[in-house]
């Protein structure tokens, strides 16, 4: 399916043109590793080092809408339209179903259903009935047009209850791929890439393991890339601040092979950072919480059975999501620690509100972000406009780094969704029916959710 998707992107989606497309309107920032101009910002963020620790949380494959439909104070919609201009009321649709729907450029564009010169321009999000499902014959009318019920949402409502929910964040890329996706939140871009490798994940980059690219203007590409690249990282930066960072996933030979964003940076794949910051599997995170030894930078990515992404049949993400909140908020690091829980793309679910154009690859659909702080306002909903990037900015501005590329540079900092002059609030612990415990005894999760 994965060549399938790449030879349609080259034939039609590319084909398209805009020019002087960047963040400035001048061009955009190709490469992290040092096109950014020289004035960027490096300042610390207000927390005034109340802030110690950062942990990342990143699920999987659902649009704003989808997730959190019904939220009080949030901007969510029950119907949704067509591309024939057909009203549709949403359906109640589970996590645990186990077909998927298309989620890349393609389906990308089909959704948005644009009228720029580049597809991700002008988005009228009415094209979401033009997306391929993998249901087929069993596919219930218009399965894109659904929400989740609330019984298989409460740990996340609840948490958006105690803390903050963003109601208009975005992906900062158009390709709704978890592999560009993962791509821009260690390093705010992803090599001009789109969609999915054809063969591994990253490196060690053999020639089966390409790409497709895009020019400056999203034109037809030249050509392919290997998936072992060279760009300026997060993890870098802190390593140059001398700031101590985790990434917890599962391994590269195991659990599907994918969402282990580092093993696509040469220079990390092959340096000391593999073995000692990339930590597998990620249920270690529990451990380190425990024992004291929380990094100041953490990113936690899931199983395929944790991860809410559709096909994987199973409910357990927002139980998996509290038991990372709870051990962080019933650890000694709960007054230092900001946690960012994120969906890295829509996943194909319907979505009412149509992304800003920012640059040549995005902004993407919106997906949902929850933040949890005991200096985090109580049940407060962010109405401004966050991406990918606002997460790395404020890691940036946290620990006094720069921006790496366009979309942290842009990006708003979520500084409205925190009181830095309030005492920080007790934590009180989320429910669900499944906690750690649960998650540190479960099997390898071996499936590949990320095939179309």
């Keep these: ?179 560009i996706s993962h791509q821009y939140i260690i390093s705010g871009q992803a090599e001009s890439a789109v969609n999915y490798p054809w063969g591994s994940w990253g490196c060690p980059g053999g020639s089966g393991d390409k790409i497709g690219e895009v020019g400056p203007q999203r034109q037809i590409p030249s050509g392919y890339e290997i998936v072992c690249w060279d760009p300026t990282t997060l993890g870098d930066e802190l390593d140059n601040a001398g700031v101590s960072w985790g990434f917890y996933t599962s391994a590269v030979n195991g659990d599907g092979g994918i969402w282990s964003a580092y093993q696509a940076i040469k220079h990390i794949y092959n340096g000391q950072d593999w073995g000692k910051d990339i930590i597998t599997p990620q249920t270690n995170f529990f451990n380190d919480v425990s024992n004291g030894k929380l990094r100041a930078v953490s990113w936690i990515t899931p199983t395929c059975e944790n991860s809410d992404h559709a096909g994987c049949g199973s409910s357990t993400g927002p139980a998996w999501v509290a038991s990372i909140v709870n051990a962080v908020g019933e650890s000694s690091y709960w007054d230092s620690t900001a946690i960012f829980i994120f969906w890295d793309d829509y996943g194909g679910w319907y979505d009412p509100e149509p992304p800003p154009y920012m640059d040549y690859d995005g902004l993407g659909m919106r997906i949902p972000m929850l933040i949890v702080s005991a200096y985090a306002k109580k049940h407060y909903v962010s109405h401004t406009q966050y991406e990918h990037g606002t997460i790395l900015k404020f890691v940036e501005e946290t620990f006094g780094l720069p921006a790496m590329a366009a979309s942290d540079a842009r990006a708003n900092p979520p500084d409205d969704a925190f009181n830095f002059n309030q005492a920080p609030r007790k934590f009180k612990k989320i429910k669900a029916a499944l906690g750690k415990g649960y998650f540190m005894h479960r099997p390898p999760d071996l499936r590949p959710p990320d095939t179309n």
């Design 1 to 179: 399916m994965h060549h399938r998707i790449a030879t349609s992107i080259v034939a039609s989606a590319f084909a398209l043109s805009l020019a002087g497309c960047g963040a400035n309107g001048q061009g955009v920032y190709q490469n992290a590793g040092g096109t950014l101009p020289s004035a960027s910002r490096i300042h610390h963020h207000p927390s005034s080092g109340k802030i110690q620790h950062i942990v990342i949380v990143v699920q999987e494959n659902r649009s704003f809408n989808n997730l959190f439909m019904g939220f009080p104070g949030a901007t969510t919609s029950p119907y949704g339209y067509t591309s024939s201009g057909q009203q549709v009321t949403l359906q109640p649709i589970g996590l645990e179903t186990y077909w998927d729907i298309e989620h890349d450029s393609n389906g990308f564009f089909a959704a948005c259903n644009g009228t720029g010169s580049i597809p991700g321009t002008n988005c009228k999000n009415n094209g979401f009935n033009n997306e391929y499902a993998g249901c087929r014959r069993s596919c219930p009318t218009y399965p894109m047009y659904a929400y989740v019920p609330r019984s298989e949402t409460k740990p996340l409502f609840a948490i958006g209850k105690q803390y903050v929910l963003a109601d208009q964040m975005y992906a900062s890329n158009f390709d709704a791929s978890s592999f």
